[in-house]
Protein backbone atom coordinates (compact mmCIF):
# COMPACT_ATOMS: atom_id res chain seq x y z
CA UNK A 1 0.00 0.00 0.00
CA UNK A 2 0.99 3.25 -0.97
CA UNK A 3 2.41 6.14 1.67
CA UNK A 4 1.12 9.08 -0.67
CA UNK A 5 -3.36 9.05 -0.39
CA UNK A 6 -5.00 11.87 -2.72
CA UNK A 7 -8.00 13.39 -0.73
CA UNK A 8 -10.85 14.99 -2.69
CA UNK A 9 -12.98 17.24 -0.95
CA UNK A 10 -16.76 18.58 -2.45
CA UNK A 11 -17.89 21.70 -1.17
CA UNK A 12 -21.07 23.46 -2.13
CA UNK A 13 -21.53 27.36 -2.10
CA UNK A 14 -24.74 28.94 -2.32
CA UNK A 15 -25.37 33.07 -2.92
CA UNK A 16 -28.36 34.49 -2.69
CA UNK A 17 -28.90 37.79 -5.18
CA UNK A 18 -31.94 40.00 -6.09
CA UNK A 19 -32.18 40.99 -9.50
CA UNK A 20 -34.60 43.49 -10.88
CA UNK A 21 -35.87 42.66 -14.58
CA UNK A 22 -37.96 45.63 -14.57
CA UNK A 23 -39.90 46.48 -16.67
CA UNK A 24 -39.83 42.64 -17.60
CA UNK A 25 -40.98 39.87 -15.29
CA UNK A 26 -39.62 36.21 -15.33
CA UNK A 27 -42.47 35.50 -17.40
CA UNK A 28 -41.06 37.22 -20.13
CA UNK A 29 -38.24 35.46 -19.81
CA UNK A 30 -37.72 33.36 -23.00
CA UNK A 31 -34.30 31.59 -22.01
CA UNK A 32 -31.38 32.04 -19.52
CA UNK A 33 -28.17 30.65 -18.47
CA UNK A 34 -25.60 31.33 -15.69
CA UNK A 35 -21.76 31.65 -16.17
CA UNK A 36 -19.27 33.63 -13.80
CA UNK A 37 -21.46 35.22 -11.42
CA UNK A 38 -23.50 36.49 -14.16
CA UNK A 39 -27.33 36.02 -15.32
CA UNK A 40 -28.08 36.01 -18.89
CA UNK A 41 -31.29 36.22 -20.11
CA UNK A 42 -32.93 36.60 -23.67
CA UNK A 43 -36.55 37.87 -23.58
CA UNK A 44 -39.40 36.81 -25.20
CA UNK A 45 -39.02 38.79 -29.03
CA UNK A 46 -35.47 39.94 -28.18
CA UNK A 47 -32.38 39.26 -30.10
CA UNK A 48 -29.79 40.15 -27.36
CA UNK A 49 -28.87 38.58 -24.43
CA UNK A 50 -29.61 40.91 -21.65
CA UNK A 51 -26.94 40.73 -18.36
CA UNK A 52 -27.03 41.22 -14.56
CA UNK A 53 -24.38 40.86 -12.32
CA UNK A 54 -25.21 38.62 -9.27
CA UNK A 55 -22.05 37.87 -7.85
CA UNK A 56 -21.23 36.99 -4.45
CA UNK A 57 -22.70 39.36 -1.72
CA UNK A 58 -19.51 38.65 0.40
CA UNK A 59 -20.80 35.02 1.53
CA UNK A 60 -17.57 33.23 1.36
CA UNK A 61 -17.22 29.25 1.20
CA UNK A 62 -17.65 27.41 4.49
CA UNK A 63 -14.32 24.96 4.44
CA UNK A 64 -15.01 23.62 7.54
CA UNK A 65 -17.82 21.51 6.45
CA UNK A 66 -17.27 19.32 2.96
CA UNK A 67 -20.18 17.81 1.85
CA UNK A 68 -18.08 15.06 0.67
CA UNK A 69 -14.44 13.74 0.88
CA UNK A 70 -12.82 10.55 -0.87
CA UNK A 71 -9.28 9.19 0.01
CA UNK A 72 -7.50 7.67 -3.00
CA UNK A 73 -4.34 5.57 -2.83
CA UNK A 74 -1.41 7.17 -4.46
CA UNK A 75 -1.02 10.47 -5.96
CA UNK A 76 -3.96 11.45 -8.47
CA UNK A 77 -4.84 7.67 -8.71
CA UNK A 78 -8.77 6.98 -8.80
CA UNK A 79 -8.94 3.79 -9.02
CA UNK A 80 -8.82 2.71 -5.47
CA UNK A 81 -11.13 4.25 -3.09
CA UNK A 82 -9.88 3.99 0.28
CA UNK A 83 -12.76 5.76 2.38
CA UNK A 84 -15.80 8.28 1.62
CA UNK A 85 -17.13 10.30 3.97
CA UNK A 86 -20.93 12.38 3.39
CA UNK A 87 -21.19 15.65 4.83
CA UNK A 88 -23.06 16.47 8.27
Not at 39 to 51: H, N
Not at 52 to 69: H, L, N
Request: hydrophobic share 30%; with cysteine; charged share 30%.
Amino acid sequence: MSNIVTIETCYEAVTTNVVDLSPKSWSDVKDWYIKWATLYVQFEGDEIWTEFDISSDGTEIDYKRPSRTDVYEGEYEFDLTLDTQEGF
